[in-house]
């Protein structure tokens, strides 16, 4: 299996409301990552899990909330978004930081 | 601050017509020099890693080089299903995992 698997791949909330965005891998890869990409703009990292170990792009805001069950599945929790979170949002692993392989992406739309 | 500029911003080619892809970067000390091509809406697709100057790496059309300060995207004979964005990302010393990502180069080839 070389791929990551992200659901949804279109959310609607509202914005009272709480959702998670869920990404699995299943290649051993021990860091995986949540990027945020608006329209014809590059991908920004949010969040990295390297070896279950959390590390934070201090600009991004605390309505979202990463969760590392295990070494192959990531969530982001999200709520209380605002219209201009609307993006997609992008997980991708990394063995080593070589070759890293990104998921089809989660399109959310805040309301 | 490390930085990665890819130029140009837009290019529209005839089927057939050859031409590059540029990204400058300049960062503290390169670990990693990636390639991704982006379909709209999808996550991108991994293309190259080039690790030191002088390096090249070909995959069907689509050829990458690297030198101290820039690398080269170069496309041969390009067909209609290669239009997609193209981003290039570097992994730096000193930035763990992390991905610092160009703006991207839209590529539309025509037929």
């Known amino acids: 299996d070389t791929e990551v698997t992200q659901t949804p791949k279109h959310l609607v909330m509202g914005m009272t409301n709480k959702k998670s965005l869920k990404c699995e891998q299943h290649?051993?890869?021990?860091?995986m990552y949540w990027y945020k990409q608006k329209a014809k703009k590059p991908p920004e990292l949010m969040f990295v899990?390297?070896?279950?170990?959390?590390?934070i792009n201090e600009s991004v805001p605390s309505r979202f909330s990463p969760e590392c069950p295990n070494s192959s599945l990531l969530n982001l929790h999200l709520h209380a978004l605002q219209p201009e979170d609307s993006a997609l949002y992008l997980c991708?692993?990394?063995?080593?930081?070589?070759?890293?392989?990104f998921g089809s992406g989660t399109r959310l739309t805040v309301v | 601050e490390d930085q990665v500029t890819q130029s140009p911003e837009a290019l529209r080619l005839q089927e057939g017509e050859s031409s590059s892809l540029n990204c400058s970067y300049t960062?503290?000390?390169?670990?990693?020099l990636f390639w991704y091509r982006q379909d709209p809406g999808k996550g991108p697709e991994f293309l190259f890693t080039?690790?030191?100057a002088g390096e090249e790496k070909e995959k069907e059309r689509l050829k990458a080089t690297l030198t101290k300060k820039e690398s080269f995207l170069h496309i041969t004979a390009p067909k209609p299903e290669d239009s997609a964005t193209y981003l290039c990302?570097?992994?730096?010393?000193?930035?763990?995992?992390?991905?610092?990502f160009g703006t991207g180069t839209q590529l539309k080839v025509e037929l």
């Open positions: 080039l690790y030191s």
């Open positions: 290649m051993g890869h021990r860091a």
């Open positions: 899990y390297s070896y279950e170990k959390l590390s």
């Open positions: 991708a692993s990394s063995q080593d930081g070589n070759g890293y392989t």
């Open positions: 990302s570097a992994r730096v010393t000193g930035g763990g995992n992390k991905l610092t």
């Open positions: 960062v503290s000390g390169l670990r990693g």
